[in-house]
């Protein structure tokens, strides 16, 4: 039996969470902003969807990401099934059909299919062995681990793969992007080789007449208007040059929220969306853009101490991807504001107008809870009565998923396919028990004194005397309680 650890909870990250969103909600309040209107629509229903958000991820993190994992399978049927649906009985919004409407709400599936690519991505590495057997190498010689990569690495982008088509044709660019974006985080943290990230990343560059030829005509427009606004300065120029202005304009400390002239007379754009950095740029300056990456740094900081907390694979591909995943996002809303970057229908992560995309953060949030919470849990079913390493007292079968190879093996879970397995293979983490009262300890060496011994651990309580065996497993070896 297993309770979760909460004392692992990490305020740090609900709390991070909670100022973006009360940082979205006050630009939001400004470029929405309505004469003799307290607050508008927009404001209000952002703030709604906020609360319920916060109430999601920490109802998600009362959820073992385990079990979230074993339905992996079954939440992939119900995001191919949404998305088919838009397809065939979306709403088109703005010349684009992307949503479907659920009793009169708008809900957008490619948001929510960003969540579960990274289940069923991390999942999937997590339960792969690179390594051939020796009847795979007998059988054909030329099998090696840099040929399984290259198996693993394209299974992977063939199970993201539909996705990505069926939200382009929507047409979406911006969430096909970050979709792939998925891939390449969790392929990372699971230890793909850089010589396959570097190649399939190339792929689009060499074969570019072909990806030219492919993108819808918009598509095409966004990027030359990119090389060269000024020569459809009031057709598709126009939104990067406003946002330009609006960046510029606000120098160290901006205007002030409400006085932006860019924001306020609707010079700018979709500026409660896509270019909502533009009005930070304008109204808060300098400052407040460096304010909010700050915000952004320190969330990356505790998902990443999140992927080194987590005691399996599953748990770390999981936050990685997630990780990754804003991580783009952010990156690219910011940098197509300030003109680095094509402009593309990407939200900025907790400010930007979106229900669908803040309820999907949320959940994302929730689940990194989740990892940092029951990853650290313990079997409190028998009291351990030595300090030995916690990974070898820990029973076996204790952090079982059905679909990793070495399903017997109990803790950590950690699959060949892993960069960061050897370090955790070989790092002494002690839990140190509370022995009872009147109680003494009396370890004792049984058999040979290396790695791979047994350690008879002698626990004294009264006049009785318990003892527990504990096989101390070698480096990468399987464990036994």
Same mark, same amino acid.
Request: charged share 15%; glycine share 12%; net charge positive.
């Given at each position: 039996?297993?309770?979760?650890?909460?004392?692992?909870?990490?305020?740090?990250?609900?709390?991070?969470?909670?100022?973006?969103?009360?940082?979205?909600?006050?630009?939001?309040?400004? /470029?929405?902003?309505?004469?003799?209107?307290?607050?508008?629509?927009?404001?209000?229903?952002?703030?709604?969807?906020?609360?319920?958000?916060?109430?999601?991820?920490?109802?998600?993190?009362?959820?073992?990401?385990?079990?979230?994992?074993?339905?992996?399978?079954?939440?992939?049927?119900?995001?191919?099934? =949404?998305?088919?649906?838009?397809?065939?009985?979306? =709403?088109?919004?703005?010349?684009?059909?992307?949503?479907?409407?659920?009793?009169?709400?708008?809900?957008?599936?490619?948001?929510?299919?960003?969540?579960?690519?990274?289940?069923?991505?991390?999942?999937?590495?997590?339960?792969?062995?690179?390594?051939?057997?020796?009847?795979?190498?007998?059988?054909?010689?030329?099998?090696?681990?840099?040929?399984?990569?290259?198996?693993?690495?394209?299974? /992977?982008?063939?199970?993201?793969?539909?996705?990505?088509?069926?939200?382009?044709?929507?047409?979406?660019?911006?969430?096909?992007?970050?979709?792939?974006?998925?891939?390449?985080?969790?392929?990372?943290?699971?230890?793909?080789?850089?010589?396959?990230?570097?190649?399939? /990343?190339?792929?689009?560059?060499?074969?570019?007449?072909?990806?030219?030829?492919?993108?819808?005509?918009?598509?095409?427009?966004?990027?030359?208007?990119?090389?060269?606004?000024?020569?459809?300065?009031?057709?598709?120029?126009?939104?990067?040059?406003?946002?330009?202005?609006?960046?510029?304009?606000?120098?160290?400390?901006?205007?002030?929220?409400?006085?932006? =002239?860019? =924001?306020?007379?609707?010079?700018?754009?979709?500026?409660?969306?896509?270019?909502?950095?533009?009005?930070?740029?304008?109204?808060?300056?300098?400052?407040?853009?460096?304010?909010?990456?700050?915000?952004?740094?320190?969330?990356?900081?505790?998902?990443?101490?999140?992927?080194?907390?987590?005691?399996?694979?599953?748990?770390?591909? +999981?936050?990685?991807?997630?990780?990754?995943?804003?991580?783009?996002?952010?990156?690219?809303?910011?940098?197509?504001?300030?003109?680095? +970057?094509?402009?593309?229908?990407?939200?900025?992560?907790?400010?930007?107008?979106?229900?669908?995309?803040?309820?999907?953060?949320?959940?994302?949030?929730?689940?990194? #809870?989740?990892?940092?919470?029951?990853? #650290?849990?313990?079997?409190?079913?028998?009291?351990?009565?030595?300090?030995?390493?916690?990974?070898?007292?820990?029973?076996?079968?204790?952090?079982?998923?059905?679909?990793?190879?070495?399903?017997?093996?109990?803790?950590?879970?950690?699959?060949?396919?892993?960069?960061? /397995?050897?370090?955790?293979?070989?790092?002494?983490?002690?839990?140190?028990?509370?022995?009872?009262?009147?109680?003494?300890?009396?370890?004792?060496?049984?058999?040979?004194?290396?790695?791979?011994?047994?350690?008879?651990?002698?626990?004294?309580?009264?006049?009785?005397?318990?003892?527990?065996?504990?096989?101390?497993?070698?480096?990468?070896?399987?464990?036994?309680?």
């Amino acid at each position: 039996m297993q309770r979760p650890s909460w004392r692992n909870f990490d305020p740090i990250l609900l709390a991070v969470s909670i100022l973006l969103v009360g940082y979205g909600l006050l630009v939001i309040a400004s /470029a929405t902003r309505v004469v003799d209107v307290f607050a508008s629509p927009a404001l209000i229903r952002q703030a709604t969807i906020g609360v319920f958000g916060v109430v999601v991820m920490i109802g998600l993190s009362f959820v073992d990401y385990r079990a979230i994992g074993q339905i992996a399978p079954v939440l992939y049927l119900f995001m191919m099934v =949404t998305l088919v649906l838009v397809q065939l009985a979306g =709403t088109l919004v703005a010349g684009a059909q992307r949503w479907l409407d659920v009793a009169g709400v708008l809900i957008q599936p490619s948001e929510l299919a960003k969540l579960i690519s990274v289940i069923c991505l991390a999942r999937f590495f997590a339960g792969r062995t690179i390594e051939p057997t020796p009847n795979e190498v007998r059988a054909n010689p030329a099998t090696g681990t840099f040929a399984e990569h290259i198996r693993t690495n394209l299974v /992977a982008l063939a199970i993201v793969a539909p996705a990505v088509v069926f939200v382009y044709l929507q047409p979406d660019l911006g969430t096909s992007l970050v979709l792939i974006s998925i891939y390449f985080s969790v392929a990372y943290f699971a230890g793909a080789p850089y010589a396959i990230l570097g190649g399939l /990343a190339s792929v689009p560059l060499l074969g570019f007449p072909v990806v030219w030829q492919v993108m819808k005509p918009y598509m095409r427009r966004r990027i030359t208007s990119f090389l060269s606004p000024d020569r459809d300065p009031l057709g598709e120029g126009y939104n990067l040059i406003q946002a330009r202005i609006s960046v510029g304009s606000g120098g160290w400390w901006g205007r002030g929220l409400g006085n932006g =002239t860019q =924001t306020q007379l609707n010079f700018l754009r979709v500026q409660h969306t896509d270019f909502i950095f533009a009005v930070i740029g304008e109204e808060l300056g300098f400052m407040g853009g460096l304010g909010l990456l700050m915000l952004y740094g320190i969330l990356f900081w505790r998902c990443l101490r999140a992927v080194q907390v987590s005691r399996d694979a599953f748990g770390r591909y +999981l936050v990685g991807g997630i990780t990754g995943m804003i991580l783009f996002q952010a990156f690219v809303n910011i940098a197509m504001n300030i003109g680095l +970057l094509p402009v593309t229908g990407i939200p900025l992560p907790f400010i930007s107008l979106g229900g669908s995309s803040l309820l999907t953060l949320f959940a994302s949030l929730g689940l990194v #809870q989740s990892v940092v919470v029951h990853s #650290q849990s313990r079997r409190y079913d028998a009291k351990p009565s030595v300090e030995v390493p916690a990974r070898s007292r820990l029973r076996a079968g204790r952090f079982a998923l059905p679909f990793l190879p070495d399903a017997d093996v109990g803790f950590p879970a950690v699959s060949r396919y892993d960069r960061m /397995a050897e370090p955790i293979a070989g790092r002494e983490e002690t839990v140190r028990a509370r022995p009872a009262v009147g109680s003494r300890r009396l370890p004792a060496p049984v058999g040979g004194g290396g790695t791979g011994g047994r350690v008879q651990a002698v626990s004294m309580i009264g006049n009785s005397a318990v003892a527990d065996a504990v096989q101390v497993p070698q480096s990468g070896g399987r464990i036994s309680g």
